[in-house]
């Protein structure tokens, strides 16, 4: 509901609520009703979004163009704590905000007292940007679990802390007995740094010969950030066929410059701290001194690859190798 008087502001929600395909029904009203909705701190004009779970009036803040509101009703239409329905799945696992929760995966005969001291839990958790998630196996398929959440029906229950940001994906789960006490020492274990995340990766492999080398999420350090040296990094998915484009012309590429060394991650079964990867291909320039602010280097031909690396890296006259493009 947009509470306002301005005729200008009025047309910008129109427009953004016509283009805005949600089940959220669009009102507005004028300042003089909306005193009674408002809380005394909220300026004019203001939208509230009225909810009928967890806090049930809203104040937005953001702007109303079409895509910040779309992506506002979107990140809130997952309740605090709710079973975990495909529909919610999708969108918790797809969310630009919401994908900080505590999830419980538990057999249904298990749920009655699993669930129980899990509400309890919530109660005691101040972070207010958490969702408390519970599921049961006939919800969540087996790859679902294994791929995103990291564990597998035998361990039921367990609850995983996923915390997503623009720093990639980390999980922390907790295999001990579901009761509030225990779930809480998990928590502040979490909040004073002491626990490690479970990280998704592939085995190391047994040869890596190059020119371009393999790293999985154990390795990434070692091939990418210790080498002296710039290092090119492709961050690929074998399904992806701009990916399967890409292979041969970066294998050739990095036969052109030894100086440079180049890596190739399959970033849908390996997570890299630092590195959230959501579509595909990536390319990245590590350079020698500078390998914590990576550049992002178009890929879409030889022609591409080869300026970026002409133009960035250093001692690359040593390779003695002619580019005739």
């Given at each position: 509901m947009l509470i306002c008087d301005n005729k200008d502001v009025i047309a910008e929600?129109?427009?953004?609520a016509l283009k805005t395909s949600t089940n959220t029904v669009f009102y507005r009203?004028?300042?003089?009703?909306?005193m009674d909705v408002l809380p005394d701190a909220a300026p004019f004009p203001s939208t509230v979004l009225f909810k009928d779970y967890d806090e049930r009036k809203v104040i937005y803040r953001e702007g109303l163009a079409k895509?910040?509101?779309?992506?506002?009703?979107?990140?809130?239409?997952?309740?605090?704590?709710a079973r975990l329905e495909a529909k919610y799945l999708d969108m918790f696992l797809k969310s630009s905000t919401n994908r900080k929760g505590f999830v419980l995966f538990r057999n249904e005969s298990q749920g009655a007292i699993a669930d129980k001291e899990f509400a309890k839990f919530r109660a005691e958790v101040p972070d207010k940007e958490f969702l408390f998630l519970y599921s049961s196996f006939?919800?969540?398929?087996?790859?679902?679990?294994?791929?995103?959440?990291?564990?597998?029906?035998?361990?039921?229950?367990?609850?995983?802390?996923?915390?997503?940001?623009n720093m990639g994906v980390r999980r922390y789960i907790y295999r001990n007995?579901?009761?509030?006490?225990?779930?809480?020492?998990?928590?502040?274990?979490?909040?004073?740094?002491k626990l490690q995340p479970v990280v998704k990766g592939q085995e190391v492999?047994?040869?890596?010969?190059?020119?371009?080398?393999?790293?999985?999420?154990?390795?990434?350090?070692?091939?990418?950030?210790?080498?002296?040296?710039?290092?090119m990094v492709k961050f690929y998915a074998p399904w992806c066929q701009h990916c399967q484009k890409l292979e041969p012309i970066y294998k050739e590429v990095a036969a052109m410059y030894p100086s440079v060394k180049f890596v190739e991650i399959d970033a849908s079964a390996n997570e890299v701290e630092g590195h959230l990867i959501e579509s595909f291909p990536v390319v990245q320039l590590f350079l020698k001194d500078e390998k914590a602010t990576p550049y992002n280097v178009p890929s879409n031909s030889k022609e591409d690859l080869v300026k970026f690396i002409k133009s960035h890296c250093k001692g690359i006259e040593s390779d003695k190798m002619k580019v005739d493009l």
């Open positions: 929600f129109e427009k953004a009203i004028s300042e003089g009703l909306g895509s910040a509101l779309k992506k506002y009703l979107k990140d809130s239409m997952i309740p605090n704590m006939s919800e969540v398929s087996a790859a679902t679990l294994q791929e995103q959440f990291m564990v597998e029906p035998k361990e039921f229950p367990v609850i995983v802390l996923f915390y997503a940001d007995e579901i009761s509030k006490e225990g779930m809480l020492k998990f928590y502040h274990s979490w909040r004073e740094g492999p047994a040869t890596n010969p190059g020119p371009v080398f393999k790293a999985v999420s154990k390795t990434f350090d070692k091939e990418v950030l210790e080498p002296a040296m710039d290092v």
